[in-house]
């Protein structure tokens, strides 16, 4: 029986987090927390789970194998380190921190997660990011046609994307095209919801472009531009197209293959929580490797750190990546 204790009992451990636990043969939730102590009585008695105030009383008194932090990013870090610390694993949500929200990612905001890996790495547990948008049908036949070579070498990657989507896509460009080395990138609007375009260029030597915007009818696009062929993946749960050529540079595609998704019952965006922490539940207990990692979360804040900066300044930014011990 693997047992999970949950920190943070707002809507996201309510309505995703705890049922995609639930979900799972063999786990149980046998303890909740919050500092809102109704808050966390009301999600207890609905799981049958002790109910706590304080994370360390939890830590103490509990036989926990798995933490699920669920709170907002701006108290996150520091309830991520005494799991950790406690030689838990770890399932969080994204983004891993942000002093000023999920949408002002700022250099500031990172320093403090070098201990957070540090410490994980040292513990040898396993600490989950929730990039459920991994999990979307769609995205991950973009992922598996990319690994083939069926496109050929990456181009140019152009990206767009609802700011509700902004952390699972720099993820989702980084996941299927590798590190970013350097953003330069300018911003307008308001202070709460800017609008930001970027570009981007990669450690194998593409290039690329990323937006943000309050202003669009889908919650994000991908355009990937490769040597034989392009894709072009839109929304959760959404399409796939797929151009092919012969390797030669032109507009003589030979054919197009385009891929819909199942109906919406069967795959949802709802549901992608579930997958995403059943992928993370299955890696702690040694049955895959394949989980989104708070490598992934931390390398996802250095990129949008430094859009941020970018900016800011009105300068190019090299990405800082934070080598593990």
Same mark, same amino acid.
């Given at each position: ?11 996201? *451990? ?44 939890? !830590? ?44 002002? $990612?700022?250099?500031?905001? $990172?320093?403090q997660l070098y ?16 990039f459920n948008l ?7 036949? !973009? ?28 993820? !989702? ?46 919650? @994000? ?14 929304? $959760?749960?959404?399409?796939?197209? !797929? ?9 003589? @595609? ?16 709802s549901g992608l @929580? ?5 992928? @993370? ?24 750190? *430094? ?19």
């Amino acid at each position: 029986m693997v047992r999970v204790g949950i920190v943070g009992c707002g809507p996201i *451990a309510t309505s995703h987090h705890s049922p995609g636990f639930l979900a799972i043969p063999g786990v149980e939730i046998v303890a909740v927390c919050d500092v809102d102590q109704a808050k966390a009585k009301t999600l207890g008695e609905k799981l049958s789970a002790q109910v706590f105030t304080d994370v360390d009383s939890m !830590l103490g008194s509990v036989d926990l194998d798995i933490v699920d932090v669920a709170t907002s990013e701006g108290p996150r870090p520091p309830l991520l380190l005494k799991c950790l610390q406690a030689s838990k694993h770890v399932f969080t949500e994204k983004p891993l921190a942000g002093a000023k929200g999920q949408y002002h $990612i700022q250099l500031s905001d $990172i320093p403090q997660l070098y201990p957070i890996v540090d410490e994980w790495q040292k513990q040898g547990t396993k600490f989950g990011i929730n990039f459920n948008l991994r999990q979307s049908d769609n995205v991950r036949t !973009l992922k598996n046609t990319i690994d083939s070579g069926r496109l050929g070498e990456p181009d140019v990657l152009i990206a767009s994307t609802h700011m509700g989507s902004t952390n699972h896509v720099i993820d !989702l460009l980084r996941w299927i095209n590798g590190e970013v080395d350097e953003v330069s990138a300018v911003w307008r609007g308001d202070a709460t919801h800017p609008t930001r375009a970027a570009q981007m260029t990669y450690a194998n030597g593409s290039l690329g472009t990323f937006v943000n915007s309050m202003e669009t009818d889908l919650f @994000f696009e991908v355009n990937y531009l490769g040597s034989k062929g392009r894709a072009i993946v839109q929304d $959760i749960c959404g399409d796939l197209e !797929l151009r092919v050529r012969d390797g030669v540079a032109g507009w003589d @595609f030979e054919w197009t293959q385009g891929w819909k998704p199942k109906p919406t019952t069967s795959q949802t965006y709802s549901g992608l @929580f579930a997958q995403s922490i059943a992928q @993370f539940v299955r890696a702690v207990r040694g049955e895959t490797d394949q989980y989104a990692s708070g490598l992934d979360g931390l390398r996802h804040m250095e990129i949008d750190a *430094a859009m941020t900066e970018s900016a800011q300044t009105g300068v190019p930014v090299r990405v800082q990546r934070y080598e593990l011990n």
